[in-house]
């Protein structure tokens, strides 16, 4: 196990050791449950280990991952967010686990990246909120090729219309199927949809004509169907028009990691920790400095 003091990749491990990847990340999970080891990653951009160490203090998470992006620019920040999200999916997930993802655009780009995983069922927690429903499913698509797992997308928007007929659909089988495995999650990753010009939600809203009763009522962040207030309070108003997995279920699975960050996502970020949603967080050093002045 001295490898892996040295940032090695269970991968590399594995082939070095003859053992299959699977036996290896075995190895290494009951070596960690002895406390014979210590791992600490090594990721292809910088993380901040100072930063990521304060925010686990102050916010009682447990883990976090600041990664110093090369620039301020959303885009930037957004891919090497997704870099690390992919290193970090690819270290966490186990077999036959039941994993749910939000196709929010860093996890879509973290999806693409992603190398083989293990055998896990991939569960879609929200409806899409991007123009096109084909670019939010494939995080689903790529992420299930990538473990061989089965894969439960909802072919949906994240926002119903208010007509109540709207929510016939719901009672498709298919998506039925998706709601109800929802209920068996054991991790979730979600992205943080900062208001008003990092949320493709909010977007949503603003083309219905609906956005400024929101941002009246103090809304500055998503997270799964959550909208939260600066203070991290729940934000009501459209449960019954948002397709996915509820904030009450969403509480309810044993791991959940938030990810999101660039400039426009810092009350977002600080408005999820304080929301106490989140056991880990990946961000960006800006969104990690503005949580910890907050």
């Known amino acids: 196990m001295q490898n892996l003091a040295h940032g090695r990749a269970i991968n ?17 999970r009951r070596a960690r449950e002895l406390d014979l080891i210590e791992v600490r990653a090594k990721f292809p951009d910088p993380v901040d280990v100072d930063l990521s160490a304060r925010l686990v203090q102050r916010y009682g998470l447990r883990s976090a991952l600041v990664v110093a992006a090369p620039s301020t620019s959303m885009s930037e920040a957004r891919e090497a967010i997704a870099r690390i999200t992919a290193r970090y999916i690819a270290d966490d997930l186990e077999e036959d686990d039941v994993v749910g993802i939000a196709p929010g655009r860093t996890l879509v780009l973290a999806s693409r990246l992603v190398p083989e995983l293990p055998s896990a ?34 072919y949906l928007p994240v926002l119903l219309m208010k007509d109540p007929k709207a929510r016939m659909f719901l009672q498709h ?75 009450e ?30 056991h880990v967080l990946i961000t960006d050093v800006r969104c990690a400095q503005a949580a910890l002045e907050a």
């Open 12 to 28: 590399d491990i594995a082939e070095e050791i003859g053992r299959s990847r699977f036996a290896t990340a075995r190895m290494v």
């Open 121 to 154: 069922d991939i569960v879609q927690l929200t409806g899409v909120g991007a123009p096109r429903l084909e670019d939010g499913v494939e995080v689903i698509s790529n992420m299930g090729r990538a473990s061989g797992g089965a894969t439960y997308p909802l």
């Open 173 to 247: 089988p298919s998506i039925q199927r998706t709601l109800r495995r929802m209920d068996h999650l054991g991790k979730a990753y979600l992205t943080i949809g900062g208001w008003p010009g990092a949320s493709l939600l909010a977007q949503q809203l603003t083309d219905l004509g609906e956005r400024d009763a929101f941002e009246k009522k103090g809304v500055v962040a998503e997270i799964g169907t959550a909208l939260l207030d600066r203070d991290g309070s729940s934000v009501s108003g459209l449960e019954e028009r948002l397709v996915g997995i509820s904030e």
């Open 249 to 278: 279920s969403l509480r309810r699975v044993p791991t959940r990691v938030g990810i999101g960050g660039g400039a426009g996502k810092e009350r977002a970020v600080i408005a999820t920790l304080r929301s106490g949603i989140c």
